[in-house]
């Protein structure tokens, strides 16, 4: 039986219910500016990356504001934020005022909070869980960011089919009160915070960096997980240039494309702690490389079956983000020093994150040239495969990765 406790479970909705918003907004941003407003692969690239370099610009300083402030009420305000910026954005697009600049206003508006409420949720979590339960909770938080991805992109699809892709950015913004809802049901009296220091917010921010760079196990985490973060930007950016304009998928097919891919991803995640109990950690850290090893397969699309092909590779791939995922942010979590929390997970969660708007770019700028290279399917193709190759790269930091006494207990989920 889990261990987790009751507290934990108006915390999970409020969870499942922010990544159901993510997947929403974050499917029909990029299909209205690919299928209504027509933008270029940079534009895309650019949007994309948006909402992430929230965390470059906005993640350590959020590390040390939050230092020595309670966090549900930031986790709620941070919803609150995400849902005022895609309804403004949704009504005056259909008012007639849009464009790919207003809706990269609305998923910077967007970023900027989501970096706040993350920083505050990693680390919220260890004050509602013990210790030794982290893994099964970030397991259980894994397996509804996955089903997130199930339903999310094919719910968003149909919504967009039914009321219109301008109005879909309004109504796919919903899931975010229904976040903040559950936030605030949660009853668990959070700790006092620790009582301010006299250090400038700039000194709590080196903190945080000294804290990662002298802890080796945190330090090759973060390293891992930055290079992944690097690919993955690249392949998640091109994945939806590749269906709509190398296989002509619709919206509706596009999303359904992402549904599928997170059935692995579902089972990855109820299976992540499960498999480190009886594998180990570091083994299953170092498989987890199959996320991106597995897009090396993608060339058989000009072979044969291109839609079939590209199903099984989603779908294989994603298993293993929530393996490394669930791993990865239990060790964090139980690594933090007690007192830097926040700055250590606003420190990981920067250096990591800042990577995906940099593969964002690079996938945009590169699909642009490749293509004009090598003809669309052909160019998307090899930077797809190349994306890939770079996020599997992530294993060789923590090949010789050290997992002492200090890991979280395999308590299955």
Avoid at 14 to 28: E, H, I, K, M
Avoid at 58 to 84: D, I, S, W
Avoid at 373 to 393: D, M, R
Wanted: charged fraction near 10%; hydrophobic fraction near 55%; proline fraction near 5%.
């Amino acid at each position: 039986m889990s261990r987790l406790p009751p507290c934990f479970r108006w915390y999970w909705f409020s969870q499942t219910a922010s990544f159901v918003g993510d997947r929403l907004t974050g499917f029909t941003a990029p299909s209205i500016a690919i299928l209504v407003l027509h933008a270029s692969s940079a534009e895309v690239g650019v949007l994309s990356a948006t909402g992430w370099l929230a965390y470059p610009a906005f993640g350590m300083l959020a590390g040390g504001l939050l230092a020595h402030v309670r966090k549900r009420p930031v986790l709620v305000a941070g919803e609150l934020t995400r849902l005022a910026a895609f309804v403004i954005v949704g009504v005056l697009a259909m008012l007639g005022h849009i464009s790919v600049a207003g809706l990269i206003v609305a998923v910077a508006i967007a970023g900027v909070a989501t970096v706040f409420g993350d920083v505050a949720s990693q680390t919220y979590l260890p004050t509602l869980v013990e210790s030794r339960s982290l893994f099964a909770a970030n397991s259980r938080l894994q397996s509804s960011d996955s089903l997130s991805k199930l339903i999310g992109p094919a719910l968003a699809g149909t919504v967009i089919g039914l009321v219109g892709p301008l109005a879909a950015l309004a109504v796919n913004g919903l899931p975010f009160a229904l976040s903040a809802f559950g936030q605030s049901r949660v009853r668990t009296l959070e700790p006092a915070p620790v009582p301010p220091r006299r250090d400038p917010v700039l000194v709590r921010i080196r903190d945080g960096l000294t804290q990662v760079g002298r802890t080796p196990m945190l330090r090759q985490i973060v390293q891992g997980s930055a290079i992944r973060s690097f690919g993955i930007g690249i392949v998640d950016t091109v994945l939806l240039l590749f269906a709509y304009r190398a296989l002509g998928l619709s919206s509706v097919g596009g999303g359904l494309l992402l549904a599928a891919g997170s059935l692995g991803g579902l089972t990855g995640a109820f299976l992540a702690a499960r498999l480190a109990a009886r594998f180990g950690v570091r083994r299953m850290m170092l498989l987890s490389g199959l996320e991106g090893a597995s897009w090396v397969a993608l060339p058989l699309c000009l072979l044969f079956a291109p839609v079939a092909v590209l199903v099984a590779i989603r779908v294989f791939s994603s298993v293993w983000l929530p393996v490394w995922a669930v791993l990865t942010t239990g060790l964090r979590q139980s690594l933090a020093p007690a007192g830097h929390e926040s700055t250590v997970h606003a420190t990981a969660r920067t250096l990591v994150s800042s990577a995906t708007p940099a593969g964002s770019l690079v996938g945009g700028v590169a699909a642009g040239l490749a293509t004009s290279w090598f003809g669309v399917t052909h160019g998307l193709v090899l930077v797809l495969t190349a994306g890939g190759l770079l996020a599997s790269c992530s294993v060789l930091a923590v090949r010789r990765v050290s997992l002492g006494l200090t890991q979280p207990e395999l308590v299955p989920a």
